[in-house]
């Protein structure tokens, strides 16, 4: 069995994470990157399926720039076999409609028998990856699992839902996300990563890939303006000298909030 599993750099969640105001996109330079820890729990659970199931060939696919190669190498010292990073000036500032059209296509390359990804980015957080991935392959899907059994024809899973649990099946080929609800990564070893330095690790360009980010023939979706959050102001504060009810309706009135 082939396992592709997305792998994204995101700026590290316990420092600073800024716009850059000129061009709208996250500011790499304002503090350290990392490895999206949901990435490293939808890789774990691809290597737990072949530590059981040693036929099983794991390849972490990345997009992004050309500095993100040392978090690519990252997901293969923690265990993935191969690695697929897709890099190409072009793709800067890609929205989610060309990112799922470069993901797909590099994956159709691979012809996998299962894709994992985390459910949403902890930079993005828009969560739609996975099924745009799936229409554009025209795989099964099942997304937001907290649990997960690959068996050699199919997924079962317990899907989160606003209504509680649900138990899910899905045929291979299929694309599946998951939720934290799942185990951490392995911490990778020294013999890891000294041998992520030999692991074979391909990086692709759109015209490897056959798709174009020509907005003319591939409508994206434009930024037009960007500017930084006004800082905090005081809140307004009632005195009850008997009409405390009445000032806090009229508040509630002024401020749409009835």
């Known amino acids: ?81 191969s690695a697929v990073h897709v890099v190409d000036e072009a793709l800067r500032g890609a929205d989610l409609g060309l990112t799922a059209a470069v993901l797909a296509a590099a994956i159709q390359r691979g012809t996998p028998d299962l894709v994992i990804t985390g459910n949403l980015s902890t930079d993005g957080s828009a969560g739609v990856i996975p099924a745009m991935l799936a229409e554009h392959l025209g795989y099964a899907q099942a997304t937001s699992l907290s649990a997960v059994q690959i ?14 649990p649900q138990q899910v099946t899905a045929p291979l080929p ?31 360009s759109l015209a490897d890939l056959g798709v174009t980010a020509d907005p003319a023939e591939a409508p994206q979706t434009i930024l037009t303006a960007v500017s930084e959050k006004p800082p905090r102001t005081a809140g307004v504060k009632i005195k009850d000298e008997g009409d405390a009810a009445a000032q806090l309706i009229e508040y509630l009135v002024q401020n749409r909030l009835v």
């Open 1 to 81: 069995m082939k396992i592709f599993v997305l792998v994204k750099e995101v700026p590290d969640t316990y420092g600073d994470r800024k716009l850059d105001l000129e061009t709208g996109l996250a500011d790499r330079g304002a503090g350290e990157v990392v490895l999206d820890e949901i990435t490293e729990r939808a890789l774990e659970v691809a290597l737990s399926h072949a530590d059981a199931n040693p036929d099983t060939e794991v390849v972490a696919l990345s997009m992004a720039p050309e500095s993100a190669t040392a978090s690519t190498r990252r997901a293969l010292a923690i265990g993935a076999g």
């Open 151 to 164: 068996n050699a024809d199919s997924v079962t899973a317990t899907r989160e839902t606003d209504f509680g």
């Open 174 to 204: 299929a694309v599946i996300s998951i939720t934290e609800a799942l185990p951490p990564a392995r911490f990778p070893n020294f013999k890891g990563i000294m041998a992520a330095k030999k692991k074979p690790l391909e990086v692709l």
